[in-house]
């Protein structure tokens, strides 16, 4: 057990430690901000296998321009294992198999739906918000509750893109299985 809640708070260091990586600001960090952190995080803690899109690393929002621009301040200048990393803000008809991690914003069920499908196999990293999104076949969903940004992960829908995410990521996030 003391394994467990060490791991538990290893990982959410290294976690709030990678959110802090924001330009410093005087006033609270945005929920866009806060987004775009976890996004960046979900790329440095998973492994995607040989046949995924080669560098530089792609980071997709789908239409979102503030999370794309707050994604965009936190990787410049920051690589992920040695790979360049490169925000794409897409439309909704984009090539989004050309992604490693896929943002896709709202509450736009029909879209979501729409997105999981096309992307059967491929190996994306799917993020939507709500905490039901992984219902749908995303990989994570990101919510708000207490006053903090938190998420569930689908690990059946992680190994159906055939990623690989960090056992510290699994150990913060609510699975989505057990729910």
Known sequence: MRLVRRARLSAAAVLAAAALTCPAQAQPVSEDALKAAF????????????????????????????????????????????????????????????????????????????????????????????????DAGVVAGLFVEGGRMRFVINVAAAQHARLQISSKVLALGEDHARR
Not at 43 to 69: I, N, Q, R, S, Y
Not at 97 to 104: A, F, G, K, Q, T
Not at 106 to 113: E, M, P, T
């Open 39 to 134: 996004l960046y995080n979900f790329a440095k803690f998973t492994t995607w296998p040989a046949e995924a899109p080669g560098a530089p690393l792609a980071l997709c929002v789908v239409g979102d321009g503030a999370v794309a621009g707050a994604l965009q301040q936190i990787v410049h200048g920051h690589t992920v294992d040695g790979r360049d990393v490169a925000v794409h803000q897409l439309g909704r008809d984009a090539n989004l198999r050309s992604c490693h991690v896929l943002y896709l914003p709202g509450d736009d069920a029909q879209l979501v739906a729409s997105v999981v499908a096309g992307l059967k196999g491929a190996p994306v990293f799917t993020v939507a918000d709500g905490r039901g999104a992984p």
